[in-house]
């Protein structure tokens, strides 16, 4: 074996464990960015909530949408904004419900349409499971599929 095919046989030895690491390494490195964005979901719309209940202790009523309360710029983690309403305006029909059809919120719907941006009104639709919901007026935040 001349010295030329050694070093092609060192250089694809490298190459082959590169590979094997990175086969391992990227779709690790991919779960962990979409359980930090779901988590910064969560913690967005925690926040968001009590922005609205102070607005609301201040002596008004719940805002029409987030502007009024001053909330601007609400994007989720997947570059979408934070979807809002107040249960006082909309009718049974238009709020999000859970697997019995029961509205998840008496008092506002805040949730993100998740990391593939479709979303359905009942939590069971395949096109829900994804989105980061306030459930049970704000004990529950998180991903629809758990609740």
């Given at each position: 074996?001349?010295?030329?095919?050694?070093?092609?046989?060192?250089?694809?030895?490298?190459?082959?464990?590169?590979?094997?690491?990175a086969?391992?390494?990227?779709?690790?490195?991919?779960?962990?960015?979409?359980?930090?964005?779901?988590?910064?979901?969560?913690?967005?719309?925690g926040?968001?909530?009590l922005r609205?209940?102070?607005?609301q202790?201040?002596?008004h009523?719940?805002p029409?949408?987030l502007?009024?309360?001053?909330i601007?710029?609400a994007v989720?983690?997947?570059?979408?904004?934070?979807?809002?309403?107040?249960a006082?305006?909309?009718?049974r029909?238009r709020?999000?419900?859970?697997?019995?059809?029961?509205?998840l919120?008496?008092d506002?719907?805040?949730?993100?349409?998740?990391?593939?941006?479709?979303?359905?009104?009942?939590?069971?639709?395949?096109?829900?499971?994804?989105?980061?919901?306030?459930?049970?007026?704000?004990?529950f935040?998180g991903?629809a599929a758990?609740?």
């Amino acid at each position: 074996m001349t010295q030329q095919q050694k070093n092609l046989r060192d250089w694809l030895v490298a190459l082959a464990a590169v590979l094997v690491v990175a086969s391992f390494a990227i779709p690790a490195f991919n779960g962990y960015l979409a359980r930090a964005r779901v988590a910064r979901a969560v913690s967005e719309i925690g926040t968001l909530s009590l922005r609205l209940h102070q607005w609301q202790r201040s002596g008004h009523a719940l805002p029409q949408n987030l502007a009024d309360a001053g909330i601007t710029a609400a994007v989720d983690p997947w570059g979408r904004p934070y979807v809002y309403l107040r249960a006082a305006d909309a009718s049974r029909a238009r709020l999000r419900k859970d697997g019995e059809l029961v509205p998840l919120n008496s008092d506002f719907d805040l949730y993100s349409l998740g990391p593939d941006g479709v979303s359905a009104l009942a939590l069971p639709a395949a096109s829900s499971q994804d989105d980061v919901v306030r459930a049970a007026n704000g004990a529950f935040i998180g991903v629809a599929a758990n609740y």
